[in-house]
């Protein structure tokens, strides 16, 4: 592999002209499709093979109109204090609202009437109208939502409260100002690592070009495809880390190169054979990571993972053709490894020529710190470890649900509509179920449904079970149960699984089938199903990567170890996600106005996602170690090289990569920003307590152990040449076709 990386690098520095223009033409390309792209149609939310599916399948089928899953507003009137709803006055400026909200929209399906919907509180203080729309929230447009914000301004008036839930006020998630200064942080970084503002800006410019490709492409499929809001935000967030570090990393290893006095075309070739490799198996990790999410079977979950895969694929194209390419047109304004450009050396520079006697190198600090570990390695051991199961101890106690409207910022609309709804007719009202019955084949399906209505009336934590409402072909009845404990609590879940047990019972006495679905019976089914893939969905990714890895490094142990540390780094960031979203610890500080539970998603998430990340450190650091290792040195000494020559880098691409995920932390969606603390975290973690302290710990304590592969396993597996040996003698090769200037360029 590392020959034929050579080749294309160098090849990609010669002909950069053509591969500049492919990747523009392909920019170009993506953007024209993303600009007239059709807005996507729906962003469905199925569970395959769930009870709440099965039951929204089953209404779609014999009662469509019931099972409508158009955006839908709640729209909650408040009267001021010592006056009701139900005032005449009051009663008559409401009416008239609805009217409104009626009227307002041709996308507007129905508004009921509080008044003849019984949708007003005990105390006659507060009342709500639910408004229903043709089309889903994504399909809703920007005249739609003004016309529902409009109307309900002119509501405000005498001192009525009128705020507004549901999804038709949902708004695109934004980041704000954090993001960019995520972007900044990675810049300032990388002007440190190099030196030089132009080799700096060559990560940043692969990167936002990778991203710009993958989010374009993501934009101009999401009407085919049904891709969520959600996904471009994801691919954005890894394609900018993972595209700045891939990048970083070749651009390093060519400034290697080059202070060893080679051309630069060969420098080239030689940074994408030995980098470039270590940038590809790294990719293969974090692309198996992200496609094995398929295995959970929730289609939404699936196309996030594959999206993200392709902007990850891209980034790692992008480094092994853009980067030489860049590189070839930079020329000598990208300086070799330990020349300081005038930007932060030249002082320095001009002390040192005035200093007599040259001065041997200082050891750098990766070199120090490695020296330090490789002495002390089980006290650094023990300590890494119980640093990270500290962290990890709040996983014991993680709570798993979906977010609903009670976990927004106080000062939206659509939290104070939650919690004007919770205190005046209860928590339940936020969330209400629906039990689905089919009574097809019963001998008598309206005594059999009032019978079902009665026992769920009759169970703790239910609030209150409507009449029975049929479909024209009266074979499935409906009942709206609303609970007494708020949508996310474990009560209501509890009450779920009670239903369900009852049904059971119900079925084998009559034939009749309930089954219970809505909004929260989904959440729930969705907590469930994502738990009972977890194991399964660990168990192959980390197989997979661990089979990758026994080629990369041609070891068994060095894999194995890369797994465990893995599984310390990722339970630590989890347990630090519950301290914050949870518990609320330093939640003030991250912008986290309501804890509740974790996103559903965010356990398998985290595991995909951080797995595939934290096998590019060590992909990136102990290649290096293997190298010096195969080329010679002892196992003490090939870590500390591993350091020497990659510590710095390594360091620098987490903090980028941390700088990048903290950014998403400033989203105004609640999803998007545990997802960007928790990778930030975790990052963090793995990078400078698994990689950087037991990784050289570890290595250390087995010695040449480390290396050790049976040697049945080690005929039969491909040589994948990581290291760059086939490089050895390719020295001043492809260089005597005439094209010197071209490399002195």
């Not at 068994?556 to 797994?563: R, S």
Request: proline residues 4%.
């Amino acid at each position: 592999m590392a020959t034929f990386l050579y080749k294309l690098g160098r090849l990609a520095f010669r002909r950069r002209h053509f591969v500049a223009l492919i990747w523009v033409a392909l920019l170009t390309l993506a953007g024209v499709g993303a600009a007239s792209a059709p807005t996507a149609a729906s962003n469905s939310f199925s569970i395959p093979g769930t009870e709440a599916q099965r039951a929204f399948d089953l209404l779609e089928q014999r009662a469509p109109e019931a099972s409508a899953d158009g955006a839908s507003a709640r729209v909650v009137f408040k009267a001021p204090d010592g006056a009701k709803v139900t005032d005449p006055d009051r009663k008559a400026a409401i009416e008239k609202t609805v009217a409104a909200l009626g009227s307002g929209s041709d996308q507007v399906a129905a508004a009921a009437d509080p008044f003849a919907a019984k949708a007003v509180s005990k105390d006659g203080t507060t009342a709500y109208a639910s408004v229903t729309y043709k089309v889903t929230s994504m399909e809703l447009t920007d005249d739609s939502r003004d016309a529902l914000e409009k109307t309900t301004d002119e509501a405000r008036t005498d001192g009525m409260t009128v705020e507004v839930g549901g999804d038709a006020l949902q708004a695109m998630p934004h980041t704000g100002a954090t993001e960019i200064i995520g972007i900044a942080v990675a810049a300032v970084v990388l002007v440190i690592t190099f030196g030089s503002l132009v080799a700096a800006g060559l990560p940043l410019l692969t990167a936002l070009i990778g991203v710009g490709i993958g989010v374009s492409s993501i934009t101009a499929l999401a009407s085919a495809l049904d891709l969520g809001s959600t996904t471009s935000t994801l691919a954005m967030m890894i394609g900018l880390a993972v595209g700045i570090d891939y990048a970083l990393f070749i651009v390093s290893r060519y400034r290697a190169e080059l202070a060893e006095g080679r051309e630069r075309e060969d420098a080239a070739g030689r940074a994408v054979g030995t980098a470039g490799s270590a940038v590809v198996f790294a990719g293969l990790t974090v692309v198996i990571a992200l496609v094995g999410l398929a295995v959970v079977n929730i289609p939404m979950l699936t196309k996030m993972g594959t999206a993200a895969a392709g902007t990850v694929a891209i980034a790692v194209l992008i480094a092994l053709t853009m980067i030489p390419a860049l590189l070839g047109y930079a020329g000598r304004k990208v300086k070799p490894a330990g020349e300081k450009s005038k930007l932060l050396g030249g002082r320095r520079a001009a002390a040192g020529a005035g200093g007599g006697a040259e001065r041997p190198a200082k050891e750098n600090l990766g070199t120090r710190w490695a020296r330090f570990v490789v002495r002390r390695p089980v006290a650094v051991l023990l300590l890494g470890v119980l640093g990270l199961g500290a962290a990890a101890v709040p996983v014991a106690q993680l709570e798993l649900g979906l977010p609903d409207d009670g976990a927004q910022p106080t000062s939206t609309t659509q939290r104070k509509a939650y919690d004007l709804i919770a205190d005046n007719f209860g928590p339940g009202f936020n969330g209400p179920l629906m039990t689905v019955t089919d009574l097809k084949g019963v001998d008598d399906p309206k005594g059999e449904a009032a019978a079902v209505q009665k026992k769920i009336a009759g169970m703790d934590d239910v609030l209150s079970a409507s009449p029975p409402q049929f479909n024209k072909a009266g074979d499935t009845a409906m009942i709206t149960v609303v609970p007494s404990s708020k949508p996310s609590g474990t009560e209501t879940e509890d009450l779920v699984h009670a239903i369900r047990a009852e049904a059971k019972d119900v079925k084998a006495d009559s034939g009749a089938d309930v089954m219970v679905t809505g909004s929260t019976a989904m959440n729930i089914d969705v907590s469930q199903k994502l738990n009972d893939a977890l194991l399964p969905y660990l168990a192959l990714v980390v197989g997979l990567a661990f089979l990758l890895l026994i080629v990369v490094f041609r070891s068994i142990l060095v894999p194995l170890k890369a797994a465990l540390g893995f599984l310390l780094s990722v339970l630590a960031a989890l347990g630090a996600v519950v301290a914050v979203f949870q518990w609320g610890w330093l939640g003030s500080l991250f912008g986290v106005e309501q804890t509740g539970p974790i996103m559903s998603m965010m356990p398998i998430f985290m595991v995909g996602v951080v797995f595939g990340l934290a096998m590019d450190y060590e992909v990136f650091l102990v290649t290096r170690m293997r190298e010096a290792y195969v080329h010679g040195e002892s196992p003490h000494e090939a870590i500390v090289t591993g350091f020497k020559h990659g510590a710095r880098v390594v360091s620098a691409a987490a903090v980028i990569m941390i700088a990048v995920f903290a950014g998403f932390i400033g989203s105004s969606e609640q999803m998007v920003k545990m997802i960007g603390f928790g990778l930030a975290i975790a990052v963090f973690f793995d990078a400078f307590i698994v990689r950087m302290a037991l990784v050289p710990a570890v290595l250390a304590l087995l010695g040449r152990k480390a290396w050790w592969l049976p040697k049945w396993l080690d005929r039969t597996m491909p040589n994948v040449d990581v290291e760059g040996e086939g490089l050895r003698d390719t020295a001043g090769q492809g260089d005597s076709d005439g094209k010197r200037e071209l490399v002195n360029a």
